[in-house]
């Protein structure tokens, strides 16, 4: 399987945001951060598989990207899934990948420091993070089932923007 993560584009303030008494779960992207996200999803396009399973975090911020990413990619529909929240156990998301068919480009969309955790278990058992995703970054892995993932490449979204 090959594992695109994704970290979602840049959001709204949190500290401005919370001023409006939302929870944080519903902030959004800001404009600037929908329209990088498209041309890095452009770069994205000339480089990635095609994505045939598209999961999200349940999140505002992450939703929106996915959108962005499913929009410019003409990916599969978006899945929401629990197991991409920044407090789900990695076993957890782990687990609901075993049930995806092993030739499957699977593109999951989240949060720091919740995807590098779970980047630096897949690669090395534990969830200390070897890697850090800027937002927007992305990280293709090859994720078999039966052994430990490998990095294929990693890149940042001003990378991705200029390879569009």
Request: net charge neutral; hydrophobic share 45%; glycine share 6%.
């Amino acid at each position: 399987m090959e594992l695109l993560v994704i970290r979602h584009a840049v959001a709204e303030d949190q500290e401005e945001f919370a001023k409006t008494n939302q929870p944080d779960d519903l902030r959004p992207l800001t404009k600037a951060g929908i329209r990088r996200m498209q041309r890095a999803a452009k770069g994205l396009r000339r480089i990635a598989p095609r994505i045939t399973v598209l999961a999200t975090s349940p999140f505002t911020r992450a939703t929106e990207t996915a959108d962005v990413v499913r929009d410019v990619l003409d990916s599969a529909p978006v899945v929401v899934l629990e197991e991409l929240k920044p407090d789900a156990p990695f076993q957890a998301l782990h687990e609901w990948l075993q049930h995806l068919d092993d030739g499957e480009t699977v593109a999951i969309v989240g949060h720091e420091p919740h995807l590098s955790g779970f980047v630096s278990w897949l690669l090395t058992g534990k969830a200390d993070p070897v890697v850090i995703l800027k937002k927007g970054g992305v990280i293709l892995l090859d994720a078999p089932r039966d052994g430990q993932a490998k990095i294929k490449w990693a890149l940042t979204p001003a990378m991705l923007r200029k390879l569009r």
